[in-house]
């Protein structure tokens, strides 16, 4: 995937993200969706196309990962 995509890309942290920063933060486009570690803004981004992101942020969502 083209991680290009991504450059502009505004991304979000969790409301969930706990006090000390461990979460991963999200920004979508209308083609992709991206991921990367908070606490590395840096840091590679792992990048899918906007259907599967959308489908394991909703299975997130309804808690299908402990």
């Known amino acids: 995937m083209n991680h290009d995509r991504m450059r502009n890309a505004t991304f979000r ?3 969930y993200s706990n006090h000390q920063g ?3 933060e999200i920004a979508q ?3 992709v969706v991206g991921l990367r570690d908070s606490k590395l ?3 590679p981004v792992l990048v899918v196309d906007a259907r599967h992101g959308r489908a394991f942020v909703e299975a997130i969502k309804q808690g299908r990962f402990h």
């Open 13 to 15: 942290k969790s409301s």
């Open 22 to 24: 461990s979460c991963v």
């Open 29 to 31: 486009t209308s083609e």
């Open 41 to 43: 803004v840096n840091s």
